[in-house]
Structure formats: C-alpha cells, structure tokens
C-alpha cells in the first residue's frame, strides 16, 4: 500500500510495488507542484505542473480523456496501471519534447500546457500529437519493449503512427493525413533518398550511440512504412495483429520480426517480406509506369521500379517488394498486387480512362 507520513522534519513516501518494467521508463519528480485530475475508465489521469499554472492543463486533461479509451479499445488491452500523470516541467530541450516514462510522461511545458489567452489552433493542435505519441508508448515501448536499441524504430515510428491515427479519428476537421504528407512524409524521403542515409533498423553498437538513432528515418519513415503496411493488409486485420502482440509480448522484449510475425499469421500477408525490404536496407523506391495500354475495356499497366536518388547514383543495388494499388479516376474501379523485386509488374484496371 502506498503510505505517507512525516518524522521529525523528514516525509517518508511508501509507494506500491513497482511493476515489472524497464528500468529507463522510471521516473521521479520532486517540486512545489499542483494537479488536476480526473478518472477515465477506471484511470486516476493528472496533469502534474508548477503551482499556479493549473488552468493551463485543462486542454490536456480533456485530450488525454479521448485519447485514452481510444487506446484501450484499438490495442485490446486496457491501460494496466491504475494511474496515468502528465507532467509539465519549465525550460527545453534541443533533444527531445517529452518522455514516455511509465504512468509519469514527462513534458516541457510549452508540449503540455495550453494558455486559453494566448496559445494558438496549431499549438493545441501540437500538444494532442504529442500526448497521443507519448500516450501510444504506454503500450508501445513501456508495456511491450524492444529488445535492444537497434529496434528504436518500433517504438517511435510506431508511436507517431499511432499518433496521426488516433489523432484523425478524433479530430477529422484537422485533416492531418494531408498534412504528414509534407510535414513528415516527405522529409523522410528527402532525407532517405541522399548518399547519407541509412536503414529504418540500425545496429547500435552502445548505450552512447543511442542518441544517433532519433531521426527523422526512424520516426517519420517508420511511420510511413507502418502506414503503408496497414493499408496493404487492412485495418481490420492490421489491428488483430496489433492486439494478438499485445498479448503475447506484454510486460517482456521484443524484435521488430515478432510484430512482423503477428500481422502475418492475422492477414495471410508477405508482411515480414515486404517489411524487411523496407526496413533493412536504405532508400526509397520510385515506380514507374512504362505502358498503359487498353484492349477490349481494360486498360493494362507495365510497371517498373528503381531507386530515387538525389545524389550520385549509388553502386548499391536496392530493390524492393512493394506494395501496389491503382485505381481508376472515378474511383470505381482498383486492382492490387505487390511488386516483386526483379521483374516488371503488370495489372489490369477496367476502362479506358486515367488510373
């Protein structure tokens, strides 16, 4: 039982028994601090910041309440700790905005705390992503963790996945599908497509090249990476996925082949092939229509791919099975497949008119 009491001018702080857990996801924070709380779905939730900045937290407080259930339900596993706080600490970071410790997410206040008076749309906009990427870790990365760092992709490309996905459910008007497309999207591939990037995995040889690993590779990559995977095996079997590593790996290690695994065995999908290729080795792929041909109401598209590069041209040979979907411009009609490595692809639409 938790238990506080004070001797002589000493106060000793007995907390419940810790669950088991990985050591980097503690936390402690010791200040003259306030909070506002509130219960959701069976969860004490607070948002924890200096004395007197309490009407600030409100924003965040309302959004952890939509976010949170949201997660129980798509993960399949409810939140397992019986309280989750938020908490807002002055100053920065050129680093990182916040920290996904375990039942106590550290923020820097401007990624935590909205003032009614001054804080614009984009800033409230700013801070749900945040508290949905920093929620999101409480499965992926505390409950489930990787194994080694070399699996950082997993837990940030996956987070800021899980981020704009929940984020879109929740506030369409934002449309923020349409916004990762420059904001995230094509940064990675502006990067990915140089002589200087690297594989979304990355073997890190010690705790002290950790640092290098965060990049936009491993968080807007990996996201789009995951994204692209949903979209090829479908949301509904996408989540069973989800839900069956949930259970399997919860409070243990993983690599990022046993999710591969899961999302397999859901949707009877070439996943773990179709991942690796663009998961394992760097760049990324352009595909091109060479032909586009219709005979007797179909038309026939020939498809070829090579790397897009925007340096020299690499001596590394890259190739990639890469999912595929084409549809006709009045949205009536698609075809899919996934395009093998080492040979011109070919699929067929009904109609005459642009795909």
Known sequence: EAANRVVGDARHVRFQTTPRMSSYLLHLSVGDLERVSRIIEGVDVGIVMRKGAGSMG????????AILPWFNDYFGTPYPLPKLDMIAAPGQSTFFGAMENWGAILYFETALLVDPARSSQSDRQAIFEVIAHEVAHQWFGNLVTMRWWDDLWLNEGFASWMASKVTSELHPEWKLWLQGVANSREAAMQLDAGAATHPVVQRVESVDAVQMAFDAIAYNKGEAVIRMIEQAVG????????????????????????????????????????????????????????????????????????????????????????????RSIDGESDARLVMEKDAPASLSIPGCGPV
Request: aromatic share 8%; with cysteine; glycine share 4%.
């Open 58 to 65: 409100a924003f965040a407080l309302d959004a952890a309440a």
């Open 235 to 326: 949301e509904t079997d996408f989540r069973a996925g989800i839900r069956s590593y949930m259970r399997k790996h919860a409070y243990s290690n993983t690599v990022t082949d046993d999710l591969w695994r899961e999302l397999e065995s859901a949707s009877g999908k070439p996943i773990t092939a179709i991942a690796h290729d663009f998961t394992l080795q760097p760049g990324v792929p352009l595909v091109t229509v060479e032909s586009a041909e219709c005979s007797a109401g179909m038309t026939r598209l020939t498809l070829t791919q090579s790397r897009f590069e925007t340096d020299g041209r690499s001596a590394e040979r890259v190739a990639w099975r890469i999912p595929i979907h084409a």
